[in-house]
């Protein structure tokens, strides 16, 4: 959807008068007939948007629809977005977690497993947090 706000360089809760008063600034800037065959055929391109832009904004009826639809688009694509933004920091939790459950084993916790007093040790320890977590009275 494009933004007429940005196009008419207008911010969204300008007046009618500031509206028309930036259109004609824009019409006197960017009119195809002011420059030469090169760079007419951008200049109408930027001319019917610009037209376009103010034919919707320049009715109060077709403005308000025209607001509702962007304030829709607008919440649908924030919810997206974070839908999107929690599943890759969830991705990314996930990976580092693996990686750093691998950094602690291999050079960490490997060199000591060769003793049996380290493996016994490591079991209790375990064992230990084990009953600490299920030893919990149930809320």
Same mark, same amino acid.
């Given at each position: 959807?494009?933004?007429?706000?940005?196009?008419? +360089?207008?911010?969204? =809760? /300008?007046?009618?008068?500031?509206? &028309?008063?930036?259109? %004609? *600034?824009?019409?006197?800037?960017?009119?195809?007939?002011?420059?030469?065959?090169?760079?007419?055929?951008?200049?109408?391109?930027?001319? +019917?948007?610009?037209? =376009? /832009?103010?034919?919707?904004?320049? &009715?109060?009826?077709? %403005? *308000?629809?025209?607001?509702?639809?962007?304030?829709?688009?607008?919440?649908?694509?924030?919810?997206?977005?974070?839908?999107?933004?929690?599943?890759?920091?969830?991705?990314?939790?996930?990976?580092?977690?693996?990686?750093?459950?691998?950094?602690?084993?291999?050079?960490?916790?490997?060199?000591?497993?060769?003793?049996?007093?380290?493996?016994?040790?490591?079991?209790?320890?375990?064992?230990?947090?084990?009953?600490?977590?299920?030893?919990?009275?149930?809320?």
């Amino acid at each position: 959807m494009k933004d007429y706000y940005k196009i008419l +360089q207008i911010h969204p =809760e /300008a007046s009618l008068e500031v509206m &028309n008063n930036a259109y %004609r *600034a824009l019409v006197r800037q960017y009119h195809p007939d002011l420059y030469h065959s090169h760079r007419k055929g951008p200049m109408t391109e930027m001319m +019917q948007d610009i037209n =376009e /832009a103010y034919q919707v904004l320049s &009715n109060p009826t077709t %403005r *308000a629809d025209y607001d509702r639809r962007c304030r829709e688009g607008l919440q649908s694509s924030q919810e997206g977005a974070t839908q999107a933004i929690s599943l890759t920091s969830t991705l990314k939790r996930i990976a580092l977690w693996g990686v750093g459950t691998y950094v602690v084993v291999k050079f960490l916790l490997a060199p000591f497993m060769s003793s049996p007093l380290v493996k016994a040790m490591l079991l209790l320890g375990l064992l230990f947090l084990w009953i600490r977590f299920y030893a919990r009275p149930k809320r």
